[in-house]
């Protein structure tokens, strides 16, 4: 690298270092965020549809049924997301210690 380009190559990678934590962090956050509000917006139709009485219970067992598979598969992604925090963490690490230039 000439010398004349060290110190902008010098901030470049300094901010490389830095955004990629924050953005993963902000992702995370809103794939979290989202599979909360989705959970209690379906949750919520279960409680005004069973609202209605004895045959808005009956009919809120569908969207009961759809709160249980939505939980599921939020419980499915809390893992994924997890172990993809736990992965790029790692390379994260890895990098900053053991740079390849």
Not at 25 to 35: D, K, P, Q, T, Y
Request: proline share 5%; hydrophobic share 65%.
């Amino acid at each position: 690298i000439p010398i004349y380009i060290l110190p902008l190559i010098v901030v470049i990678e300094l901010l490389s270092f830095l955004a990629r934590p924050i953005s993963h962090s902000v992702r995370l956050f809103a794939n979290i965020l989202a599979g909360h509000i989705t959970l209690q917006l379906v949750a919520s139709f279960v409680t005004m549809i069973g609202a209605l009485g004895v045959l808005g219970w009956f009919a809120a067992t569908l969207p009961l049924v759809f709160t249980v598979a939505l939980f599921a598969l939020e419980l499915l992604v809390a893992f994924l997301q997890a172990y993809v925090f736990a992965i790029l963490t790692c390379i994260y690490l890895n990098d900053s210690l053991h740079p390849a230039h």
